[in-house]
């Protein structure tokens, strides 16, 4: 049984990226139709407020530790073992393995200039992976129509995992409204697009093992996200002071 560690209110997978990339081989063909969530401090404040975005967390075959600060706090709960797992480590684990295993990958989201980007680092980098399509969908709401045509043309060309990447929550909405129709795991990575593309470069190794990603991104793109951390790192910093607290005050 898979080991979790609830984080406001959110079931976060005590996991690494070797066990995570294990439990994806063993499980892909049962997890047809389903979808894995990569959770960071903002999904899961998010989650803590919207009781049916909490839901689509939960409801995710795997919620990952995407955020540096969530494995932290499942080891300060008694899980040594809880480390990071990150959508674009994780889109990179998967698609090193794919040449082996025959994986077909689909990427739905971004835009076309970087999905065309995208396409041409994975075919450079990871030989004998299998692009089995690619889709920038509109910025708008689709509709119904629209929609189950997507869905027609992804299971057209028959993906093993379908990359989402919409940013958060829209992917995890997007997943969970898809469960059981797309016929293929889904995995929504977010900047994972970007970050492989080439569009953003990633934290430096010292950066991201300190828990300080976010803030190389901020330094990035302050004026996008300059609201969004300090709204939500601040509510996670306060919820786990109190968690902390009260844990202490009742081993005594």
């Not at 709204?231 to 306060?238: D, E, G, I, P, Q």
């Amino acid at each position: 049984m898979q080991k979790t560690c609830n984080i406001m209110g959110v079931n976060i997978a005590v996991t690494n990226m070797d066990k995570t990339a294990a439990c994806i081989r063993e499980n892909l063909e049962a997890w047809r139709g389903e979808y894995i969530c990569v959770s960071n401090v903002h999904t899961t404040v998010t989650a803590y407020g919207d009781a049916s975005y909490r839901d689509i967390q939960n409801g995710a075959v795997m919620a990952l530790p995407d955020g540096g600060p969530l494995s932290s706090f499942s080891r300060s709960q008694g899980f040594p073992e809880a480390e990071r797992v990150t959508g674009p480590d994780l889109m990179r684990e998967l698609l090193t393995q794919s040449g082996e295993r025959k994986w077909r990958h689909y990427f739905y989201g971004s835009t076309p200039e970087t999905l065309e980007l995208l396409r041409e680092k994975v075919e450079q980098r990871y030989p004998g992976a299998q692009i089995a399509g690619m889709m920038s969908p509109p910025f708008r709401e689709l509709s119904p129509e629209e929609d189950a045509e997507i869905v027609r043309q992804i299971n057209e060309a028959n993906p093993d995992f379908v990359w989402v990447g919409l940013g958060a929550p829209k992917q995890e909405r997007w997943m969970a409204a898809h469960r059981g129709r797309v016929h293929a795991l889904m995995i929504g990575v977010g900047a994972a697009f970007d970050y492989e593309a080439g569009n953003i470069q990633r934290a430096p190794v010292w950066m991201q093992k300190h828990n300080l990603e976010w803030l190389y991104r901020l330094m990035q793109d302050p004026k996008r996200l300059l609201k969004r951390y300090f709204s939500t790192n601040v509510r996670f910093l306060l919820w786990t002071w109190k968690e902390k607290l009260t844990g202490r005050n009742r081993a005594k």
